[in-house]
């Protein structure tokens, strides 16, 4: 059972992040015209939320998903691009479960502060799916090189170190920590539709160091779980933002003399919008549940929530455009960039489809043939 913030510090945690996201936000970010995520970070490590999911033996707060949910979900509202994600949610986490103690303080602090880290799991081969790895990790010389590719590395740019998962010679996967910049290591940088930075990573006999002393797949296989709620959650804060526009918009705009929320379509429309919200609100609550308590069943539990906050969140994506009209399709107006991100997180760790396969995976027992084999 993970430790919960009270909720007088998540009041104060909600205050702080409501004040970042009018520092680094949409719109203070496109009156700068760049992004500064050095700066976003600083930020949110002076509020102490970089600390969140860590262990309290590392300076930690050991709190679970659902306190670190309140972030990803302003992260949603705000549209920040912050490696929150990558770093606290996914990687952090991971490490400390993997590595020693020594090894994680040395991986988690870069220049005097917070290290960015970023997970590079993703291979051209495996679309979705999570194994088997293709990169081969091989020792030498008292550490390891690593050779393969890595694609779609959500926040790589920013990293100060990436995890690296590999598959070693005796068929294990294994978990690897390499400096940015590292010598064998070459990043294919870009930026998604929404504007985060992510890059394609390829290892071509990179050393690196091995921070996990068995077969790491079980493990990431829960850090991978945890990281979609967190992005369940930064979705339902884009669309808690998308649903309050559309009721400020069809409470002012006016047409044919009555204001839109006057129509009786209209408020049918927007009715079925904040069915979608709550809707959402309520699996991914019950997926943080499931995961900080550990059930048996909580796998299943987050790709629920994958797939009704996919298909929720492109709902009111789409209805968010259509309701606005035609200054909805422009990008001066915030709302087409929330639907970008929410189309951005449909499909980060897979899209509805294939939870949905995944979903049927693991509710339904395998046939006695496979069974037995």
Avoid at 137 to 146: H, K, N, Q, Y
Avoid at 188 to 212: C, F, I, M, N
Avoid at 240 to 252: F, G, I, N, R
Avoid at 289 to 298: E, F, I, K, V
Wanted: net charge negative; hydrophobic share 45%.
């Amino acid at each position: 059972m993970t430790a919960h913030l009270d909720p007088e510090t998540r009041a104060l945690l909600g205050d702080g992040l409501r004040r970042i996201g009018v520092e680094h936000g949409f719109e203070s970010r496109r009156r700068q015209k760049q992004a500064d995520g050095h700066a976003l970070w600083r930020a949110l490590g002076d509020l102490g939320v970089t600390a969140l999911g860590l262990p309290t033996s590392v300076g930690g707060l050991d709190a679970g998903i659902t306190d670190q949910d309140l972030v990803m979900s302003a992260i949603g509202r705000d549209l920040l691009i912050a490696p929150f994600l990558s770093t606290s949610v996914l990687c952090a986490p991971l490490l400390t479960a993997c590595a020693t103690h020594e090894q994680t303080a040395r991986w988690l602090e870069a220049d005097g502060r917070s290290a960015m880290l970023a997970l590079a799991h993703a291979e051209p081969q495996l679309g979705y799916a999570r194994f088997p790895v293709a990169t081969q990790a091989i020792a030498a010389e008292g550490a390891f090189v690593l050779s393969g590719t890595k694609q779609a590395v959500l926040d790589a740019p920013f990293a100060d170190t990436l995890l690296v998962t590999a598959t070693l010679p005796d068929g294990m996967l294994g978990l690897f920590a390499l400096k940015a910049g590292s010598s064998g290591l070459s990043l294919d940088a870009y930026h998604t539709l929404d504007g985060q930075p992510a890059g394609h990573v390829t290892l071509d006999k990179a050393r690196a160091e091995l921070v996990s002393a068995g077969d790491v797949s079980a493990l990431l296989e829960d850090a991978l779980d945890r990281a979609v709620i967190a992005t369940c959650a930064e979705a339902l804060g884009a669309m808690e933002a998308v649903v309050a526009l559309c009721h400020s918009y069809l409470k002012t705009r006016r047409a044919f003399g009555r204001n839109l929320s006057q129509f009786q379509v209209l408020q049918h429309r927007f009715v079925d919008l904040h069915i979608a919200l709550e809707e959402t609100r309520a699996i991914v609550d019950t997926a943080e549940a499931a995961h900080d308590s550990g059930a048996p069943d909580r796998a299943a539990v987050a790709v629920a929530c994958k797939i009704t906050t996919g298909r929720n969140g492109r709902l009111i994506a789409e209805q968010g455009v259509h309701l606005h009209g035609g200054i909805g399709m422009t990008d001066d107006f915030i709302i087409s960039h929330y639907f970008k991100r929410l189309m951005m997180t449909e499909a980060r760790f897979g899209g509805v489809a294939h939870h949905l396969d995944r979903y049927v995976a693991l509710v339904e027992p395998a046939p006695a043939s496979e069974a037995a084999a």
